[in-house]
């Protein structure tokens, strides 16, 4: 929500966001005014008219910021290169209303690199939610699968949602449970 921390924002141009936690898709004027909120993993939340909106990376000029830079792939990259790479690009995914990736809350439950046969790759991704109705789902999953096909080579991302094992504070590294305030 807001705070005195929130940075204030007016959108430049029409935009595309997310209702958060319903999921739904809305698109704000040119003009609108509201606050950012959080701003993690090439993404922001903006609490507009008494209502949190996530604003993707490819939006960010609408309301003044920088997209995340582009990927890149050393030429000749083992499998084992782009694991590295899709875990980095898992960490950029958060949860709208919470400031910790969705690796730290223990959300992922694997990542998998296949090699095809025509010199591209397949990574498949378990993931779950921390709770099995929550609206943002569908979200997640997409901007998981948008962001591991960011990387040079893959040419699909197959992103499952899954509810077991269910999720539970277990799962939450260290620094999740920290910043969480549950450690």
Do not use: H
């Not at 903006?46 to 000029?61: P, Q, S």
Request: proline letters at 8%.
């Amino acid at each position: 929500m807001y705070s005195r921390n929130s940075e204030p924002v007016r959108f430049e141009r029409d935009c595309d966001a997310v209702l958060v936690p319903a999921g739904d898709q809305v698109t704000l004027p040119a003009g609108t005014v509201g606050y950012i909120t959080q701003s993690l993993g090439g993404s922001w939340t903006v609490f507009v008219e008494g209502n949190l909106m996530r604003i993707a990376g490819k939006d960010a000029d609408a309301i003044g910021k920088e997209p995340p830079a582009p990927i890149e792939l050393p030429e000749g990259a083992s499998d084992e290169d782009v694991e590295r790479l899709v875990w980095q690009q898992l960490r950029t995914c958060f949860d709208p209303e919470i400031p910790v990736n969705i690796v730290e809350l223990g959300l992922v439950y694997a990542a998998e690199v296949l090699p095809r046969d025509d010199g591209q790759r397949e990574v498949r991704v378990r993931m779950t939610l921390t709770a099995p109705g929550c609206g943002m789902g569908e979200v997640l999953v997409d901007d998981v699968r948008s962001k591991v096909e960011l990387i040079p080579t893959v040419a699909e991302a197959d992103v499952e949602l899954v509810f077991d094992p269910p999720w539970n504070q277990t799962l939450m590294s260290d620094v999740a449970k920290l910043e969480t305030g549950m450690l």
